[in-house]
């Protein structure tokens, strides 16, 4: 009767280990966290060196993420002129194609850009623009296939202009808005509405030079 008993736990035990093993810990992980085990235990590094196994996983991971998000978010356009660039940002810049863009047929007036850009702002834009001389000045823009299933989009650099001082803005207003935006339409003749770049384009070095002293 002890032996049946026993006999009875014994395969109990061995079920539940089974099926431990199956779908908790998985099968195809098993050598995988022995070779883990190994290394702590007969590793003669310090508690990092036996911790890496693990941590490489999450650095690999964190990686992919971080380059996934490169990938999906353009640059904003800089003014290079004077700088020495590593071979790897020139490399970058051509990986661009420039050379592909197309100039937009038709593209928001500053008026219309502001107006945009004030929407994107929630009203923010508008404290600047009354009580700190700022305006909107829109540069070249280009042609954006990334529609979103609007009727329009193009991709512009933007100007901060100060009235007062008839050049670039310093105040906060920089801060509050980007150097570059998608302007798009949502369907034919309707209002421009911005948001954020989704193109990389070239930075417009005739916009500042018209606006800057």
């Given amino acids: 009767m002890k032996k049946k008993k026993l006999l009875t736990i014994s395969v109990t035990l061995l ?3 089974f099926l431990f093993l199956k779908y908790i810990v998985g099968f195809s992980h098993i050598p995988n966290h022995f070779e883990h085990a190994k290394a ?3 590793s003669s590094g310090s508690s990092e060196d036996k911790a890496s196994p693990l941590s490489n996983d999450v650095a690999i ?3 992919a993420i971080d380059t996934a998000a490169a990938v999906s978010s353009p640059d904003y356009p800089f003014d290079t002129t004077g700088m020495t660039l590593s071979a790897e940002e020139l490399e970058r810049i051509k990986s661009y194609h420039y050379e592909n863009l197309k100039k937009a047929k038709k593209a928001p007036t500053d008026e219309e850009a502001q107006a945009a850009l004030v929407r994107l702002t929630q009203g923010k834009l508008t404290e600047f623009i009354m009580h700190e001389n700022v305006n909107i000045k829109i ?3 280009y042609e954006n296939p990334n529609t979103d299933g609007s009727f329009t989009c193009v991709s512009c650099m933007v100007f901060i202009y100060d009235r007062k001082s008839k050049d670039e803005s310093v105040n906060e207003a920089r801060i509050l808005i980007k150097p570059a935006y998608d302007f798009y339409q949502a369907s034919e003749n309707d209002w421009w509405e911005a ?8 930075f417009d070095h005739k916009l500042f030079k018209q606006y800057s002293k």
């Fill in 15 to 17: 079920l539940l280990t």
């Fill in 40 to 42: 702590l235990l007969f």
């Fill in 61 to 63: 991971d964190d990686t």
């Fill in 139 to 141: 540069g070249k823009c």
């Fill in 195 to 202: 948001k954020d770049i989704s193109l990389n384009i070239p």
